[in-house]
């Protein structure tokens, strides 16, 4: 299941009983998109869905190849944040989803709805973004469509990307594949995105130093598939990009998918200070805030050595680290161990994290 | 120094534990009366460190747990206005009324925004002559003042578009309450170091005198919190009650007099009701007779509004500490964090939130004898 | 309730009246109105709470703190050398404490 909506909107975390109407959690990324996916759209879509375990791109036969697919929609504001902006958000998430699966990309498409009114100065840099971000992803920009709503439908403008890549033969990452003895292992610090994002939004704004972390993770994948004995990623059971929902959303999800628990050592987690900072004086955990240049992959004991070390060798991997392990206990959980030797129970958030006074 | 890291040392902590460890004699219950004190205690699982026997009970320290229903429901009417720009803290947004929360409110229209300061709301109150803002004020002493120097600015400028909604409780009547309850539990207290960051200390010493009970003002970190057990626990022992500071660093016994002159110009000490706790009399503010023209209960005529419980939840007697959350009937049946009967469980440091996330894992036989 | 974080005053000035100041946590800057602490000064460091500093930091009582811990244990230790020591110590405590 690919990501919908953009990291980090202030959404509904508890939502009412009898909800009538969509509230923002239901982009959030959280339980509240679950649900929708799970009570409204799959029984509507019926016989013609694919009911998998959710992931970041879909991985269809066509012929002898193997095409990974996914899309994804962009929302944020501002359009212009610190490391980046809304263009190469999208080019990124996008080509993050694809690798997930292992995929290389191939192609995007770019769909933009349009508020009437912007400035086409604004338009030009977000497209030259795209572009910049395409040719460092290595993936052609190759079909598109354009739509303009009346002045307040929407805000400035929202991109949608869709992309296609290949799954070479062999490699076969999927969500549900964890199993205990396995070793979960981060590509790198946490909570940059979501930080950057907050550090520039109306009502919150803080000065910071932290830029987003939006980067392509295609060549960081290859490197740990290519580590792998067979160099298709034997061992390498699932992977996710931790984007809306944070590091906890993903190692749930992966808990959840497997039928697993995860031990998280969370004094092994990499957290920049700045993000300690700015999520204590929000209230908010810096587990629960989103990353666009990080990944969570789910390792095989005997491969992980192997596996860190090639995504060191990377420049998107340099701090690339074991931060837990799979049990067969508590299934579907995950559980950290603080720094004082206790533990807790590791939730993804309902819908969002709301800055908090207490 | 910056005041965080050094207070979440792992080896201090151990020898604080030791030291505990070598008082305890037999079982006490403690109250950490406030919801961030519970917040830090869950998140670094300090509750599963203590001896056998040493028990926290969660305090009712949190204003998502304890505004009252109607209040929420007199904050769902007036940000349902067209003219309203309603203001509030995060937190407040996920707490369910009796029909909607603040977040449908915003779906069906409502121009409800988050806050990080009540700052925030008196500036947008400025940039919108036009519409009427209305910030939620609550919370605890803590708040307060943030909350009374918003009004005084609007004063200041003369806007006319800028009014609150007060439902602000102040802690010694709390205490004092649950002291009172023939059935309470609660051995000796750890104050909350940031309400006192504002009110001193003086105020607990008639509780200390009154009650026989040993109060230690308390900080939030893991070994501020720590440090709060190790006298209370000390105390306890040796039979002593006396009021101690463990947070010396930001808490004077005279407090901040210059925030405390201002909230006596704009508040006035009244009766109020506690969600799942009921009148506690003298437990809050409303504004002064000078200031009342703030007030947005009465600029939009919901003052008189009241409403029901839901008659399955035991709020009331978890935040008084008389029954954990899992010896609710409802707990994590018909009331979740996703579908809450009652606030408790909507805040992260509600207690039955705080239990139903982060002690899932423990078996239930276990969390009864532990806390 | 009652979310503090200590943060370390850089710059004050007034806005119409009100007494502001840039205050860093540890890389992060924030603007806090100090209308509360009109003696605080730039380089103190200051609790924030909802936007606004409500207490000075005392250093000097949190290294006074922090030597306490350091300080807990000690004195069984050098008594007993270990854990043996600390049992001993504890037991001993025990009797005393009973009535």
């Given at each position: 299941m690919a990501d919908i909506l953009e990291p980090l909107t202030w959404t509904c975390p508890v939502p009412l009983r009898d909800q009538e109407r969509v509230v923002m959690g239901h982009g959030g990324g959280g339980k509240l998109s679950s649900e929708l996916i799970e009570h409204l759209f799959l029984p509507a879509f019926g016989s013609q869905a694919l009911a998998a375990?959710?992931?970041?791109?879909?991985?269809?036969?066509?012929?002898?190849?193997?095409?990974?697919?996914?899309?994804?929609?962009?929302?944020?504001?501002?359009?212009?944040?610190?490391?980046?902006?809304?263009?190469?958000?999208?080019?990124?998430?996008?080509?993050?989803?694809?690798?997930?699966?292992?995929?290389?990309?191939?192609?995007?498409?770019?769909?933009?709805?349009?508020?009437?009114?912007?400035?086409?100065?604004?338009?030009?840099?977000?497209?030259?973004?795209?572009?910049?971000?395409?040719?460092?992803?290595?993936?052609?920009?190759?079909?598109?469509?354009?739509k303009v709503v009346g002045h307040g439908s929407a805000d400035g403008l929202y991109v949608n990307t869709s992309g296609?890549?290949?799954?070479?033969?062999?490699?076969?990452?999927?969500?549900?594949?964890?199993?205990?003895?396995?070793?979960?292992?981060?590509?790198?610090?946490?909570?940059?995105?979501?930080?950057?994002?907050m550090s520039v939004r109306e009502g919150v704004e803080f000065g910071t130093r932290v830029d987003s972390d939006s980067a392509p993770l295609t060549e960081l994948v290859l490197a740990m598939l290519a580590a792998c004995p067979g160099g298709t990623g034997a061992g390498i059971r699932a992977m996710r990009d931790p984007t809306r929902g944070g590091l906890a959303g993903s190692l749930c999800e992966i808990a959840e998918a497997s039928g697993v628990g995860v031990r998280l050592d969370e004094a092994a987690v990499p957290v920049p200070d700045a993000v300690e900072a700015a999520c204590a004086f929000l209230g908010l955990d810096p587990l629960h805030v989103a990353n666009e240049g990080k990944l969570v992959a789910f390792v095989d004991p005997t491969v992980v050595g192997d596996v860190v070390a090639a995504m060191r060798a990377n420049e998107l991997g340099r701090q690339a680290c074991v931060i837990g392990t799979v049990t067969d206990e508590h299934p579907g959980m995950v559980v950290g161990r603080t720094a004082f030797g206790a533990t807790r129970v590791i939730d993804r958030p309902l819908g969002e994290q709301l800055p908090r006074i207490c | 120094m910056k005041y965080l890291d050094e207070f979440r040392d792992p080896a201090l902590a151990r020898r604080l534990?030791?030291?505990?460890?070598?008082?305890?004699?037999?079982?006490?219950?403690?109250?950490?009366?406030?919801?961030?004190?519970t917040h830090s205690i869950i998140r670094h699982g300090i509750d599963q460190l203590l001896p056998d026997g040493v028990e926290f009970i969660h305090g009712p320290g949190c204003p998502v747990c304890v505004t009252p229903l109607e209040m929420i429901d007199q904050a769902l009417e007036i940000a349902a206005r067209p003219e309203v720009i309603f203001c509030s803290f995060g937190d407040m947004l996920r707490v369910p009324g009796s029909q909607h929360d603040l977040f449908q409110i915003r779906?069906?229209?409502?121009?409800v925004r988050i806050v990080y300061s009540p700052l925030d709301a008196v500036r947008l109150a400025e940039a919108n002559p036009q519409r009427q803002v209305v910030f939620f004020a609550v919370g605890f002493e803590t708040t307060a003042p943030p909350n009374a120097m918003a009004v005084v600015?609007?004063?200041?400028?003369?806007?006319?578009?800028?009014?609150?909604?007060?439902?602000?409780?102040?802690?010694?009547?709390?205490?004092?309450?649950?002291?009172d309850s023939p059935v309470s539990r609660v051995q000796g207290f750890l104050a909350a170091g940031h309400v006192c960051t504002v009110m001193g200390t003086e105020e607990y010493d008639p509780i200390v005198a009154r009650y026989e009970v040993p109060i230690v003002v308390t900080g939030f970190e893991p070994l501020d919190i720590l440090d709060g057990v190790r006298r209370v626990v000390h105390l306890l022992e040796t039979g002593e009650s006396r009021l101690e500071n463990a947070y010396a660093r930001a808490v004077t016994p005279q407090g901040n007099r210059t925030a405390q002159a201002v909230l006596s110009d704009v508040f006035e000490v009244c009766d109020r009701?506690?969600?799942?706790?009921?009148?506690?009399?003298?437990?809050?503010?409303?504004l002064s007779d000078r200031y009342r023209d703030f007030d947005a209960g009465l600029r939009f005529g919901v003052a008189g509004l009241t409403v029901m419980e839901s008659p399955l939840c035991r709020a009331g007697e978890v935040l008084q500490g008389l029954i954990k959350p899992h010896q609710c009937e409802a707990f994590g049946t018909t009331c979740t964090p996703r579908n809450p009967l009652g606030a408790?469980?909507?805040?992260?440091?509600?207690?039955?939130?705080?239990?139903?996330?982060?002690?899932?894992?423990?078996?239930?036989?276990?969390?009864g004898s532990r806390g | 309730?009652?979310?503090?974080?200590?943060?370390?005053?850089?710059?004050?000035?007034?806005?119409?009246?009100?007494?502001?100041?840039?205050?860093?946590?540890?890389?992060?800057?924030?603007?806090?109105?100090l209308a509360y602490l009109p003696e605080i000064a730039v380089g103190d460091y200051t609790i924030v709470h909802a936007g606004f500093g409500l207490t000075r930091v005392d250093e000097a009582s949190a290294r006074q703190t922090l030597a306490l811990f350091a300080e807990l244990g000690l004195l069984g230790e050098e008594l007993g050398a270990g854990e043996g020591g600390a049992e001993g110590a504890r037991s001993q405590r025990r009797e005393e404490a009973l009535p």
């Amino acid at each position: 299941m690919a990501d919908i909506l953009e990291p980090l909107t202030w959404t509904c975390p508890v939502p009412l009983r009898d909800q009538e109407r969509v509230v923002m959690g239901h982009g959030g990324g959280g339980k509240l998109s679950s649900e929708l996916i799970e009570h409204l759209f799959l029984p509507a879509f019926g016989s013609q869905a694919l009911a998998a375990a959710p992931r970041d791109s879909a991985v269809l036969d066509a012929g002898s190849t193997r095409l990974a697919f996914t899309t994804d929609s962009y929302v944020v504001q501002p359009l212009f944040f610190p490391g980046g902006c809304i263009g190469d958000l999208a080019v990124n998430g996008t080509v993050n989803d694809l690798a997930m699966s292992g995929a290389v990309p191939l192609a995007l498409s770019t769909g933009f709805i349009l508020e009437e009114g912007l400035q086409l100065e604004v338009l030009g840099r977000v497209a030259e973004a795209m572009g910049r971000a395409a040719k460092r992803a290595g993936v052609r920009l190759v079909t598109g469509d354009t739509k303009v709503v009346g002045h307040g439908s929407a805000d400035g403008l929202y991109v949608n990307t869709s992309g296609v890549g290949i799954v070479a033969a062999g490699v076969e990452l999927s969500p549900d594949a964890a199993r205990p003895g396995d070793r979960v292992v981060l590509s790198g610090p946490i909570g940059e995105h979501g930080v950057a994002i907050m550090s520039v939004r109306e009502g919150v704004e803080f000065g910071t130093r932290v830029d987003s972390d939006s980067a392509p993770l295609t060549e960081l994948v290859l490197a740990m598939l290519a580590a792998c004995p067979g160099g298709t990623g034997a061992g390498i059971r699932a992977m996710r990009d931790p984007t809306r929902g944070g590091l906890a959303g993903s190692l749930c999800e992966i808990a959840e998918a497997s039928g697993v628990g995860v031990r998280l050592d969370e004094a092994a987690v990499p957290v920049p200070d700045a993000v300690e900072a700015a999520c204590a004086f929000l209230g908010l955990d810096p587990l629960h805030v989103a990353n666009e240049g990080k990944l969570v992959a789910f390792v095989d004991p005997t491969v992980v050595g192997d596996v860190v070390a090639a995504m060191r060798a990377n420049e998107l991997g340099r701090q690339a680290c074991v931060i837990g392990t799979v049990t067969d206990e508590h299934p579907g959980m995950v559980v950290g161990r603080t720094a004082f030797g206790a533990t807790r129970v590791i939730d993804r958030p309902l819908g969002e994290q709301l800055p908090r006074i207490c | 120094m910056k005041y965080l890291d050094e207070f979440r040392d792992p080896a201090l902590a151990r020898r604080l534990l030791d030291e505990i460890e070598q008082t305890v004699t037999r079982p006490w219950a403690i109250m950490e009366v406030c919801g961030g004190q519970t917040h830090s205690i869950i998140r670094h699982g300090i509750d599963q460190l203590l001896p056998d026997g040493v028990e926290f009970i969660h305090g009712p320290g949190c204003p998502v747990c304890v505004t009252p229903l109607e209040m929420i429901d007199q904050a769902l009417e007036i940000a349902a206005r067209p003219e309203v720009i309603f203001c509030s803290f995060g937190d407040m947004l996920r707490v369910p009324g009796s029909q909607h929360d603040l977040f449908q409110i915003r779906a069906r229209g409502g121009d409800v925004r988050i806050v990080y300061s009540p700052l925030d709301a008196v500036r947008l109150a400025e940039a919108n002559p036009q519409r009427q803002v209305v910030f939620f004020a609550v919370g605890f002493e803590t708040t307060a003042p943030p909350n009374a120097m918003a009004v005084v600015l609007a004063h200041r400028l003369g806007l006319t578009n800028f009014s609150i909604l007060v439902s602000h409780v102040l802690v010694p009547p709390a205490m004092t309450a649950i002291l009172d309850s023939p059935v309470s539990r609660v051995q000796g207290f750890l104050a909350a170091g940031h309400v006192c960051t504002v009110m001193g200390t003086e105020e607990y010493d008639p509780i200390v005198a009154r009650y026989e009970v040993p109060i230690v003002v308390t900080g939030f970190e893991p070994l501020d919190i720590l440090d709060g057990v190790r006298r209370v626990v000390h105390l306890l022992e040796t039979g002593e009650s006396r009021l101690e500071n463990a947070y010396a660093r930001a808490v004077t016994p005279q407090g901040n007099r210059t925030a405390q002159a201002v909230l006596s110009d704009v508040f006035e000490v009244c009766d109020r009701s506690w969600r799942g706790i009921g009148i506690i009399p003298q437990s809050g503010y409303r504004l002064s007779d000078r200031y009342r023209d703030f007030d947005a209960g009465l600029r939009f005529g919901v003052a008189g509004l009241t409403v029901m419980e839901s008659p399955l939840c035991r709020a009331g007697e978890v935040l008084q500490g008389l029954i954990k959350p899992h010896q609710c009937e409802a707990f994590g049946t018909t009331c979740t964090p996703r579908n809450p009967l009652g606030a408790t469980m909507v805040s992260s440091e509600g207690a039955c939130a705080a239990y139903y996330q982060f002690r899932r894992i423990t078996p239930p036989s276990e969390v009864g004898s532990r806390g | 309730m009652c979310l503090g974080v200590p943060g370390r005053i850089v710059e004050i000035w007034e806005d119409r009246g009100t007494r502001m100041a840039l205050v860093d946590f540890d890389g992060v800057t924030k603007d806090v109105c100090l209308a509360y602490l009109p003696e605080i000064a730039v380089g103190d460091y200051t609790i924030v709470h909802a936007g606004f500093g409500l207490t000075r930091v005392d250093e000097a009582s949190a290294r006074q703190t922090l030597a306490l811990f350091a300080e807990l244990g000690l004195l069984g230790e050098e008594l007993g050398a270990g854990e043996g020591g600390a049992e001993g110590a504890r037991s001993q405590r025990r009797e005393e404490a009973l009535p």
